[in-house]
């Protein structure tokens, strides 16, 4: 369980993340969904242990994060937004040297890891650098480390960046059966169809504060529209603004 | 043109200040830094304050003597310094520039001549360089105007061959991406490794070969002339002009076409990596787990091996110790001390090491802090990867005292305890901040000098048995205040 109080970020006089609160049961996907430059990033990363949050409360399955984060790293599963890794190293040695940091058990990661390598399809490029795979292999190596040590929490951020429809229906089917097994996880995306199949509930982000919450159906209610694009739209006041670009656009060409 | 390199140099320093926890978690001293880091003229200056320092104290000792050949010799081993700064900053940083992706945004822009940004930025970082040797050539130019000039012309030349070989071994060694790992690809990371070894041997290899072949053959040096043909050997030649002015025109005449070449092939190095690839074969991944620490070393070393080009810092002990390892095959012996000496050179000039091995994470600092490690652990593996190619060297060298003398097996554990030593003060300097968040310091010439004199103290204070007691117990007590402040160390970490 995932439970945010009045978290604050700040970089310099930058407000990133501005008071957000919100909860994520066990056993549930919560769709954080925000446009660019919301604090979609910087929560996630706050939630991961990664950054530090200004202030607020932020507990990860009790623990705090900003007290004890390697606690809190211990069992969550993060994948950034870009795969950023050793390019000098191949997906076997990531995967060894991650292993020995979470001290994974020798015949549980070589389970684990060979599972995964075969549901994502990158068994011939175990042996190669990281440097020279292609951004959606990446990906995937990415989210293999991730999901290594059999975290209790997963924060994904943008996670379907880059994969081919075979690999991001894989990561849908492991995403559902991860919920089934009493994981929460916090999932954004930008594929807002995606977001309304996988997710429980979702918390659309703006400006740093979280505008809306609830399950779909209560946010199209809330925001009388039909379809959870339309419901983003409106609540991101793009809507009209798109409505403006595009006449503008039209009469320039 | 400038106005680009400009913006590049910016970014630079400001990703570095970025990475830098000691800094970017007080906002105060971030603001304040920034000013000075992404603005040229501030930290060209501020830098070459450490560099002018010295500069200074050798010009005073120039300034008061008309022996010429004192000058040149004086003026030699000076030049040396701008010579390897430029070779170091151009093969480690253009490393890290890369790797930081600076240079991403322009490749889809059309510029032919992208390398020449390259060059500009990683020139301006060697400017400072200039600083130790300036206050010399100032003193010699009152005496001897046109010598000076020749001299400072001959700086000049230094500096360009050094970058042009930077350029070189980066091209060379520093952006081949292999396609994956292999036991032929390892083997040619070492005898990449081997090519920089000989490399930094060439200019006192051609010296050594000239004073040979003048001591033999009458003949033979009157072919090359009385003087050095190699840099920095060549800046004797200042007193006589003529000769000079040619040499320095063959050196413009020999690195100015390979400049020009290095750069092409460093920009098409940059926009189209050299792939050597392999027939690929499906694989089963098989587990092979250390512990923390150990696992954060292998990375390293791993990066640092592949990347060739970051081993350059590791090899300064190299260039400072081989004229004298030189003369020690020449003389045909190597008494315990000067083992002993050559062994604490190793140690203190572990350091520079610290440069690379911070600089391994780079943009993926945010992965391994996602992980569940500590600020104590990640120092630690640092330390230990910083230590490991000085004691490969150290071992080196014990082996060719013991050759010389068996007693030399008394010098064992220093092969180990003075890269530790210097290598945990360095990290225990570094990561001594507040708050437990990973980062990337910043390593530059200030903090170099720093340790370098914290590390002699230290150094000073494990010799000091060897200048109060007997044979062999001076190396005993040596080696258990080597082994205490490993110790208090390693508990600072």
Request: net charge positive; proline share 4%.
């Amino acid at each position: 369980m995932i439970e945010v109080e009045n978290l604050t970020k700040k970089f310099g006089d930058k407000v990133a993340v501005d008071g957000i609160s919100f909860r994520v049961h066990n056993g549930e996907i919560y769709g954080l969904l925000g446009p660019n430059g919301s604090g979609k990033s910087t929560t996630m990363k706050i939630l991961a242990g990664i950054l530090k949050p200004t202030s607020g409360k932020v507990l990860v399955e009790g623990i705090n994060v900003a007290k004890n984060p390697i606690e809190v790293k211990k069992i969550v599963g993060y994948v950034p937004e870009t795969p950023i890794l050793y390019e000098s190293l191949t997906p076997s040695e990531l995967f060894n040297f991650v292993g020995s940091m979470r001290g994974i058990p020798k015949d549980k990661l070589e389970e684990r890891v060979n599972y995964f390598v075969r549901a994502f399809g990158i068994e011939e490029y175990l042996e190669q650098f990281i440097g020279t795979l292609s951004f959606g292999t990446q990906q995937k190596v990415s989210l293999i480390t991730a999901l290594l040590h059999d975290p209790k929490v997963l924060i994904l951020d943008e996670a379907m960046n880059g994969l081919d429809p075979k690999s991001a229906r894989i990561l849908r089917e492991l995403l559902l059966e991860f919920k089934n097994e009493g994981k929460s996880i916090v999932f954004s995306t930008h594929i807002l169809s995606l977001a309304e199949v996988i997710c429980d509930r979702i918390g659309v982000i703006y400006q740093g504060k979280i505008i809306a919450e609830g399950t779909i159906e209560e946010l199209k209610e809330k925001a009388h529209e039909e379809s959870l694009e339309d419901v983003f739209l409106k609540l991101t006041e793009s809507k009209d603004e798109i409505a403006h670009i595009v006449q503008a656009l039209k009469e320039s060409l | 043109m400038f106005e680009v390199v400009k913006i590049l140099y910016r970014e630079l320093h400001y990703q570095i200040l970025k990475r830098n926890p000691q800094i970017a978690n007080d906002e105060k001293k971030f603001r304040k830094h920034l000013k000075n880091a992404v603005n040229i003229k501030r930290n060209v200056a501020i830098q070459s304050i450490a560099f002018i320092f010295f500069g200074i104290m050798m010009a005073i000792g120039l300034s008061f003597s008309d022996d010429k050949i004192y000058i040149v010799a004086m003026l030699s081993s000076l030049a040396l310094i701008p010579f390897i700064f430029s070779l170091y900053v151009t093969t480690v940083q253009s490393s890290y520039v890369v790797s930081l992706g600076l240079f991403e945004p322009m490749k889809a822009l059309p510029i032919r001549i992208g390398a020449l940004y390259l060059s500009e930025l990683l020139i301006i970082d060697q400017i400072p360089a200039l600083a130790i040797i300036l206050p010399s050539v100032a003193v010699i130019s009152m005496k001897y105007p046109l010598n000076g000039i020749l001299a400072l012309l001959w700086v000049f030349v230094g500096m360009l061959a050094g970058h042009t070989l930077g350029l070189i071994i980066y091209s060379t060694f520093g952006l081949r991406i292999s396609y994956r790992k292999s036991r032929s690809g390892s083997l040619k990371n070492f005898l990449k490794i081997l090519t920089i070894f000989a490399f930094m041997g060439l200019f006192y290899g051609v010296s050594y070969m000239q004073e040979y072949i003048q001591q033999h053959s009458e003949k033979v040096a009157a072919v090359i002339g009385r003087y050095s043909i190699a840099y920095p050997f060549t800046i004797s030649s200042i007193f006589d002009p003529k000769k000079s002015v040619v040499m320095l025109l063959l050196y413009v005449a020999v690195f100015v076409p390979l400049y020009q070449l290095a750069l092409k092939r460093v920009w098409s190095g940059i926009l189209e990596p050299k792939l050597e690839s392999e027939k690929v074969k499906t694989s089963k991944f098989r587990a092979s787990l250390g512990g923390k620490v150990f696992a954060l070393t292998l990375k390293d070393l791993r990066i640092i091996f592949r990347k060739t080009a970051m081993i350059t810092g590791f090899l300064m002990p190299i260039y400072v110790l081989l004229p004298q390892i030189f003369m020690t095959i020449q003389s045909g012996s190597l008494s315990l001390m000067r083992a002993t000496y050559f062994l604490f050179i190793l140690g203190v000039f572990t350091i520079p090491g610290a440069d690379a091995v911070l600089k391994v994470e780079g943009k993926v600092l945010d992965f391994l802090k996602s992980l569940p490690l500590t600020k104590r652990e990640y120092a630690l593996s640092k330390a230990l990867s910083m230590s490991v190619i000085p004691m490969l060297l150290s071992g080196l060298i014990l082996v060719l005292a013991i050759y010389y003398d068996s007693k030399a097996l008394v010098l064992f554990p220093y092969i180990l305890l003075l890269p530790l030593n210097a290598s945990f003060l360095t990290m225990a300097y570094f990561f001594r901040y507040e708050g437990s968040e990973l980062g990337i310091p910043e390593f530059n010439i200030g903090h170099m000098i720093v340790l370098m004199i914290l590390v002699g103290v230290l150094f000073g204070i494990i010799t000091l048995p060897l200048f109060l007691l007997t044979y062999p117990l001076e190396y005993f007590i040596s080696f258990g205040i080597g082994l205490v402040s490993l110790g208090i160390l390693y508990r600072l970490l």
